[in-house]
């Protein structure tokens, strides 16, 4: 079955950084188009970043562009998430997904606080 373990998440400051990882199993990840969405308290969850298969191409919120920055590494099975000036209203619960599935992993929290 597809299993999809995050991590990485922390409490940062305003202005810090932050590497997000994502392991995957139980697909062939390499033929996966991949994404990174977040949910803030209160809020639903919303599309942050997504990669191609081979990560060719990449997409991005216009709310984190210029700032995150998704890759991957087929040889690992893992996406990550490269999050610099980070902001206060990033602060959320990251997920990754592939975008064939319907599986959701357990989230890594990100808090971004002074």
């Known amino acids: 079955q597809v299993q999809l373990v995050e991590s990485g998440g922390g409490l940062v400051q305003p202005g810090g950084s932050l590497r997000l990882s994502c392991v995957a199993s139980g697909f062939t990840f390499s033929s996966s188009v991949m994404r990174w969405y977040r949910q803030a308290p209160g809020k639903e969850r919303e599309l942050v970043a997504s990669?191609?298969?081979?990560?060719?191409?990449?997409n991005y919120a216009h709310s984190v562009k210029g700032r995150f920055t998704i890759s991957r590494d087929n040889a690992k099975n893992t996406v990550y998430l490269q999050m610099n000036t980070l902001k206060p209203e990033d602060t959320a619960v990251y997920y990754c997904k592939a975008f064939k599935f319907d599986s959701w992993g357990q989230g890594t929290q990100v808090t971004v606080s002074s």
């Open positions: 990669i191609t298969n081979l990560g060719g191409s990449t």
